[in-house]
């Protein structure tokens, strides 16, 4: 099994609706992480969580919001889907400790139509 | 702030050529630094980190960078590209207080011609 698992896979849905990408972890990690890739800009980091009661902004986040429901789960919604929402979206996770880098999930390929 | 710049959206190499991958970075604070691989329908896979100590650092699959503090680079190469390198690679930045939040560059895409 993975160790950061996000469902859905793939969604396509219409402007205006709300929908939810969910993610799951079994590293034991405190932070975890919300990121959305699109071509050529590389990934942006939308909202982040250093623990439960933890959560702050990136420097994508508006548009967007989380709910950190314990220590494994981490959600993103986007309240009301826009088309240039559609885009690659990343679950991470990392260790406190300095330099410990990111775990990343499959993905969640968005499309808002 | 933090910044990262990939210089090269894509890069075609043939097989058995060396693979130089560029990435320079900004930080007001001594840097973490990252590069990860994505292979087409996944997620990111840390190829290798530099954080302190040695400033040459060996990856997974024969990939090696160099942290060069005085360049503000940390340029990713593999003396001998093979066809599975063929993939995204992204550079990434943290400043440590934040733990795993990184910064990433735009990403280059490696092909490997046979």
């Known amino acids: 099994d993975a160790d950061v698992t996000q469902t859905p896979r793939n969604r396509i849905t219409k402007t205006g609706k709300r929908i939810m990408l969910e993610c799951s972890q079994t590293?034991?990690?405190?932070?975890m992480y919300w990121y959305r890739q699109d071509p050529g800009l590389g990934l942006r980091l939308i909202y982040y969580s250093f623990d439960v009661k933890d959560i702050n902004k990136g420097e994508i986040s508006d548009g967007y919001s989380v709910s950190r429901q314990a220590q494994a789960k981490f959600s993103l919604s986007l309240e009301s889907a826009i088309p240039n929402q559609t885009a690659l979206y990343f679950c991470?996770?990392?260790?406190?400790?300095?330099?410990?880098?990111?775990?990343f999930g499959q993905g969640t390929r968005l499309t808002v139509v | 702030a933090q910044s990262v710049t990939q210089l090269g959206s894509h890069v075609s190499v043939s097989e058995g050529a060396l693979v130089l991958l560029r990435c320079n970075y900004s930080s007001s604070v001594p840097p973490y630094l990252f590069w990860y691989v994505q292979y087409p329908n996944q997620g990111l896979q840390l190829l290798l980190k530099y954080t302190t100590g040695a400033t040459l650092v060996k990856g997974i699959n024969g990939f090696e960078a160099e942290f060069k503090k005085s360049e503000t680079s940390f340029h990713l190469t593999k003396p001998s590209a093979h066809m599975s390198d063929a993939a995204e690679y992204f550079c990434?930045?943290?400043?440590?207080?934040?733990?795993?939040?990184?910064?990433f560059g735009q990403g280059t895409e490696l092909s490997v011609k046979p």
């Open positions: 590293k034991g990690h405190d932070r």
């Open positions: 991470a996770t990392s260790e406190s400790r300095a330099g410990s880098g990111a775990f």
């Open positions: 990434a930045v943290s400043d440590g207080r934040k733990g795993g939040k990184l910064i």
